[in-house]
Nanobody, 123 residues
Framework: QVQLVESGGGLVQAGGSLRLSCAAS??????MGWFRQAPGMEREFVAA????????AYADSVKGRFTISRDNAKNTVYLQMDSLKPEDTAVYYC??????????????????WGQGTQVTVSS
């Protein structure tokens, strides 16, 4: 079992920044991902990071604006979101991937999920 607790969402104006955190406990995982889901839309990949070597992957829509990082000592993954746009508005979820494929962009392969945190970007 992996338990994931997210924090850091909120309301921000376009061009602003937010930092999401995801604290993990329980069994170890191969990688962590951030996904988001807007109303009426499918859950989409945002970013992923490998626990052991720190390799990262990003969706094209956030590349250059978002940064995923991890603190292995704290078992915590972060998503720094800069230059936010209204189209970034969604519920953001962190997830744990127990497999070994890299990068894993498909949400159905992630086994454990956080509760989600709302990010709203106003124009």
């Amino acid at each position: 079992q992996v338990q994931l607790v997210e924090s850091g969402g909120g309301l921000v104006q376009a061009g602003g920044s937010l930092r999401l955190s995801c604290a993990a406990s329980g069994r170890s995982s191969y990688a962590m991902g951030w996904f988001r889901q807007a109303p009426g839309m499918e859950r989409e990949f945002v970013a992923a990071i490998n626990w052991s070597d720190g390799r990262t992957a990003y969706a094209d829509s956030v590349k250059g604006r978002f940064t995923i990082s991890r603190d292995n000592a704290k078992n915590t993954v972060y998503l720094q979101m800069d230059s936010l746009k209204p189209e970034d508005t969604a519920v953001y979820y962190c997830a744990a991937y127990l497999g070994s494929s890299w990068p894993q962009l498909n949400y159905w392969y992630y086994s454990y999920w956080g509760q989600g945190t709302q990010v709203t970007v106003s124009s």
